[in-house]
């Protein structure tokens, strides 16, 4: 199980790294055209919102897995190491609940929406996958988490 995440995470990093290429690439063609030709790729804005949209979510999901996000530690370097795990099991609480309304909504704005991106045609439903994909990961990911700190307070052991 661990080798298939181990390698679910490096397929992840790859595919954000295609996208932001992708995205470097659609810019960098666009603006020689502009500049050399006075005509540009017609549809390039549209494409690289929609890169960016899926670079910044697939990114979400390393970074939560990694626990590599932004965390301000000012309360819980103070707190015992007995009542830690116990703090970041409520904090994580909330984060379940923020994650639930983002998968909630992400999923209210899939059903609903029709459009289509003018230039692309591609249906803005595409842009919503990613965030249903990160959310769910999270979500999962959040109660393995509260888990491990629930367990960890009732054994009344310190953080890993």
Not at 10 to 36: D, E, G
Not at 79 to 101: E, H, M, N, S, W
Not at 104 to 120: D, H, I, L, R
């Amino acid at each position: 199980m661990k080798r298939l995440i181990a390698i679910l995470g490096v397929s992840n990093k790859y595919l954000c790294a295609a996208f932001l290429a992708a995205m470097v690439l659609v810019v960098f063609a666009n603006t020689i055209l502009r500049y050399l030709f006075n005509s540009g790729i017609i549809m390039g804005e549209e494409l690289v919102r929609f890169f960016l949209v899926w670079a910044i979510y697939l990114a979400v999901i390393s970074v939560y897995y990694e626990h590599r996000h932004i965390a301000v530690t000012t309360l819980t370097d103070r707190l015992p190491p007995r009542i830690l795990p116990l703090f970041t099991f409520i904090v994580d609480f909330f984060a379940l609940y923020a994650l639930g309304i983002l998968l909630w909504g992400s999923v209210q704005y899939y059903n609903e929406t029709t459009n289509t991106g003018q230039a692309t045609g591609l249906p803005y439903k595409a842009v919503v996958i990613p965030v249903i994909a990160a959310s769910l990961c999270c979500l999962c990911l959040t109660l393995i988490d509260m888990y491990r700190e629930l367990r960890q307070y009732l054994r009344g052991t310190a953080p890993e």
